[in-house]
């Protein structure tokens, strides 16, 4: 079955400081890759998703993500991260039954 | 708009009772819906699938009689979390879609819905 594993529990940035956090996954095909983001107590929230073509995928509030292939990874970044970024991250990967998984999740901490 | 709704979004039931927690797609036909459960500071589990008008299919370490999933209709799923306690207590999601992923449609989340247990 498809997984995803997020390296890092838990990252604190300074405001204006850039991000990056770590997603790799584990399929045996094309991967249809998602970051989400879930402030405390809500639902989640769809930042992007990498389905194929363009490696560097755009998504909202300024996010990006790279897929690398050869690294089996799907790292999100933000250039200059904003005090209301501070929430839990997942990375997810949908499989062939079309169930998608998720990552134990990144929470951020944005420090003043 | 949200195209997901769950049903409550709070909840809290007494030790030994069920509870009904709704997913309903708003303006789709959802032939397959997910069900996951979060725990505080934890990741999502995809608890079971359903499609609809069959049996639902649950993850390894779900216990099919306890969280019973109902899908009758195109447009509704339903989890039944019987003679529920304390330790059911947790953040549910569903997610919905409309025929299958890889021909391009979208897996819609709901907002969640919290059942408090005591």
């Known amino acids: 079955a498809q997984s995803v594993t997020q390296p890092d529990i838990h990252i604190t940035v300074s405001e204006g400081a850039s991000l990056e956090l770590r997603c790799n996954y584990s399929y045996g095909a094309t991967p249809y890759l998602f970051w989400y983001v879930q402030s405390p107590g809500q639902g989640l929230q769809l930042l992007l998703k990498y389905f194929s073509g363009d490696t560097l995928v755009q998504g909202i509030k300024g996010f990006e993500a790279e897929f690398k292939r050869s690294q089996s990874s799907f790292n999100l970044r933000k250039p200059s991260v904003h005090w209301s970024d501070a929430a839990e991250y997942f990375c997810a990967v949908v499989g062939n039954n079309n169930d998608m998984r998720f990552g134990a999740g990144t929470r951020l901490t944005v420090k003043p | 708009g949200a195209v997901v709704s769950q049903h409550p979004s709070r909840v809290i039931c007494k030790s030994g009772t069920s509870v009904k927690i709704e997913c309903r797609s708003l303006?789709?036909?959802?032939?397959?819906m997910f069900w996951y459960r979060q725990f505080p500071k934890q990741s999502l589990m995809l608890m079971a699938t359903s499609n609809e008008g069959s049996k639902a299919t649950y993850e390894q370490g779900v216990e099919k009689d306890k969280f019973l999933i109902n899908h009758a209709s195109l447009t509704l799923s339903t989890l039944t979390v019987t003679s529920a306690h304390p330790e059911d207590s947790s953040f549910y999601i569903c997610?919905?879609?409309?025929?299958?992923?890889?021909?391009?449609?979208?897996?819609?989340f709901g907002e969640g819905s919290w059942l408090t247990v005591v």
């Open positions: 303006d789709f036909q959802a032939t397959t």
């Open positions: 997610s919905a879609l409309q025929g299958a992923f890889f021909s391009g449609n979208t897996i819609y």
